[in-house]
């Protein structure tokens, strides 16, 4: 049996399932390490806010941390929501006792609106709890409340940043809501700092700052640097909001599977194109398909929004002679013409998410008849102003079909518009076995 590293959560439970011990639970469960959790307060909460919380005696909290350090053994602690003096004495007790490493994610209130923190106990965790910790997590607001500086840009982060690491802290890392969405890390003993770039997405963020913080502890579980734990924390957590749900009526709460879920069919869709670029640069005689302007391949992952989740060959298939080569890597984001092909088909068919494009000749449109291929066409000199021509002329080829989606669009082409064939279908080594198919009998 392997074993797996175990991290302890102490912080409250959110009723809502979005913040607190929740978050960190599930953030625990997705990164692989045995999550423990030891509760301060519970929060009668939702996504609209906190209404009430019962917050535990001190001693109930830390018999809860002493069951699990007698007997899991955890080397890695997160602190969320420590609502009074008293539990966060009893906290610092622990720490000493038992001698786990600890990240403090210092909650002050919730997103939604209601205060988790007592103002009295403030002082008593950056003065009792913070000189025991290795890394803190504030954001921009728990920074300026902590060091009493104001925070308008990164300068006045790193200033701030500074002041905290003297209270006794390895690692201040402030995360970048606010910085446009870069985290600033400083290491108190080499007096350093190091940006983890990052962009500000949309989404649901309820939880986001327990999520990282537990990101956080689970990947130093891991035995990942502080840098790589950041910059996996950073893009876990830009991902769990990303793919948040409005499942109530406030603020979403942030989806830990998204990210996974995401990488894991960014991974399948990145294999499958490239055994699909394989195929057709490996046939003897896949060339003779290849318009001017290149061949592309693109294969999208479920729920694709935009280009960005679209895999393709980034300088596209070249004719070499008589042979194919691609020119550049398969990556995602990079090509936008077979890309919003596949994303028009799309619209119409979800599971429709690959598409190949080879040059137009009346020969090959009667090899796709011979080969019972479904086809529509649209026309070029029929295009409107202003539209994207993919994204029209997929449509109306579709619309022309019924609304279904056929395996071969083609156009004849215009003024300056060289004719185009498009193969679709579900997954991009299918178009790329029709394209070699097609190369065959020609
Ligand atoms: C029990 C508990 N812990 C922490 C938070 C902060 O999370 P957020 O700022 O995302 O509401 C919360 N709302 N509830």
Same mark, same amino acid.
């Given at each position: 049996?392997?074993?797996?590293?175990v991290?302890?959560?102490?912080?409250g439970?959110?009723?809502? $399932?979005?913040?607190?011990?929740?978050?960190?639970?599930?953030?625990?469960?997705?990164?692989g390490?045995h999550?423990?959790?030891?509760?301060?307060?519970?929060?009668s909460?939702?996504t609209?806010g906190?209404?009430?919380?019962?917050?535990?005696p001190p001693?109930v909290?830390?018999d809860?941390?002493s069951a699990?350090?007698?007997? #899991?053994n955890?080397?890695?602690?997160?602190?969320?929501?420590l609502?009074?003096?008293?539990i966060i004495?009893e906290?610092?007790?622990c720490?000493r006792?038992?001698?786990?490493g600890?990240?403090i994610d210092p909650?002050?209130s919730a997103?939604?609106?209601?205060?988790?923190?007592?103002?009295?106990?403030?002082?008593?965790?950056?003065?009792?709890?913070v000189?025991?910790?290795?890394?803190?997590?504030?954001?921009?607001?728990?920074?300026?409340?902590?060091s009493g500086?104001?925070?308008?840009?990164?300068?006045?982060?790193?200033?701030a940043?500074?002041?905290?690491?003297?209270?006794?802290?390895?690692?201040?890392?402030?995360?970048?809501?606010?910085?446009?969405g870069s985290d600033?890390?400083?290491?108190?003993?080499?007096?350093?700092?190091?940006?983890?770039?990052g962009? #500000?997405?949309?989404? $649901?963020?309820h939880?986001?700052g327990?999520?990282y913080?537990?990101?956080i502890?689970a990947?130093?579980?891991?035995?990942?640097?502080?840098?790589?734990?950041?910059?996996?924390?950073?893009?876990?957590?830009?991902?769990?909001?990303?793919n948040?749900?409005?499942v109530?009526?406030g603020?979403?709460p942030?989806?830990?599977?998204?990210?996974?879920?995401?990488?894991a069919?960014?991974y399948?869709?990145?294999?499958?194109?490239?055994?699909?670029?394989h #195929?057709v640069? $490996?046939?003897?005689?896949f060339f003779?398909?290849i318009?001017?302007v290149?061949t592309?391949?693109?294969?999208?992952i479920?729920?694709?929004?935009?280009?960005e989740?679209?895999a393709?060959?980034s300088?596209?298939i070249?004719?070499?002679?008589?042979?194919?080569?691609?020119?550049?890597?398969?990556d995602f984001?990079?090509s936008s013409?077979?890309?919003?092909i596949?994303l028009?088909?799309?619209d119409?068919?979800?599971?429709?998410?690959?598409?190949?494009?080879?040059?137009?000749?009346k020969?090959?449109?009667?090899i796709?008849?011979?080969m019972d291929?479904?086809?529509?066409?649209?026309?070029?000199?029929?295009?409107?102003?202003?539209?994207?021509?993919?994204?029209?002329?997929?449509?109306?080829?579709?619309?022309?079909?019924?609304?279904?989606?056929?395996?071969?669009?083609y156009?004849?082409?215009?003024?300056?518009?060289?004719?185009m064939?498009?193969?679709l279908?579900k997954?991009?080594?299918?178009?790329?076995?029709?394209?070699?198919?097609?190369?065959?009998q020609?």
């Amino acid at each position: 049996m392997q074993k797996m590293p175990v991290v302890m959560t102490i912080a409250g439970s959110d009723s809502g $399932g979005g913040a607190g011990i929740a978050a960190d639970l599930k953030t625990f469960s997705m990164l692989g390490v045995h999550g423990t959790c030891a509760i301060t307060s519970v929060t009668s909460q939702n996504t609209r806010g906190v209404l009430t919380s019962y917050d535990l005696p001190p001693e109930v909290v830390s018999d809860q941390i002493s069951a699990v350090c007698e007997d #899991l053994n955890p080397l890695w602690a997160k602190t969320g929501m420590l609502p009074s003096s008293d539990i966060i004495r009893e906290v610092a007790d622990c720490v000493r006792r038992y001698n786990f490493g600890l990240v403090i994610d210092p909650v002050m209130s919730a997103e939604a609106g209601g205060s988790l923190m007592r103002q009295e106990a403030l002082s008593t965790l950056i003065d009792e709890l913070v000189p025991l910790c290795d890394v803190i997590t504030p954001n921009v607001h728990e920074a300026e409340v902590i060091s009493g500086i104001s925070i308008a840009n990164m300068n006045d982060a790193k200033k701030a940043a500074r002041v905290i690491g003297k209270k006794g802290v390895n690692y201040v890392i402030i995360t970048g809501g606010h910085l446009k969405g870069s985290d600033l890390i400083y290491d108190s003993a080499s007096n350093d700092y190091t940006m983890i770039p990052g962009k #500000l997405v949309k989404g $649901g963020t309820h939880g986001s700052g327990c999520t990282y913080s537990a990101a956080i502890a689970a990947c130093l579980s891991r035995n990942y640097s502080l840098e790589e734990a950041s910059f996996f924390s950073k893009n876990f957590v830009e991902q769990a909001i990303i793919n948040s749900s409005s499942v109530g009526r406030g603020v979403a709460p942030v989806n830990q599977s998204g990210g996974i879920l995401d990488s894991a069919s960014r991974y399948h869709v990145f294999r499958n194109v490239k055994k699909a670029v394989h #195929l057709v640069t $490996g046939h003897r005689s896949f060339f003779r398909l290849i318009p001017e302007v290149g061949t592309n391949l693109a294969m999208a992952i479920p729920d694709a929004k935009s280009t960005e989740d679209v895999a393709a060959v980034s300088g596209r298939i070249v004719r070499l002679e008589n042979t194919q080569v691609t020119v550049g890597d398969i990556d995602f984001g990079k090509s936008s013409h077979v890309a919003r092909i596949v994303l028009a088909a799309m619209d119409f068919d979800p599971d429709i998410r690959a598409a190949l494009n080879i040059k137009y000749s009346k020969e090959i449109i009667q090899i796709c008849r011979d080969m019972d291929l479904s086809i529509s066409t649209f026309d070029r000199q029929q295009e409107p102003k202003n539209v994207s021509t993919m994204d029209w002329g997929v449509s109306e080829a579709i619309i022309s079909f019924n609304g279904s989606v056929p395996d071969i669009i083609y156009d004849e082409g215009g003024v300056g518009k060289e004719a185009m064939i498009r193969i679709l279908g579900k997954n991009s080594i299918n178009v790329a076995r029709i394209a070699s198919n097609i190369a065959d009998q020609i």
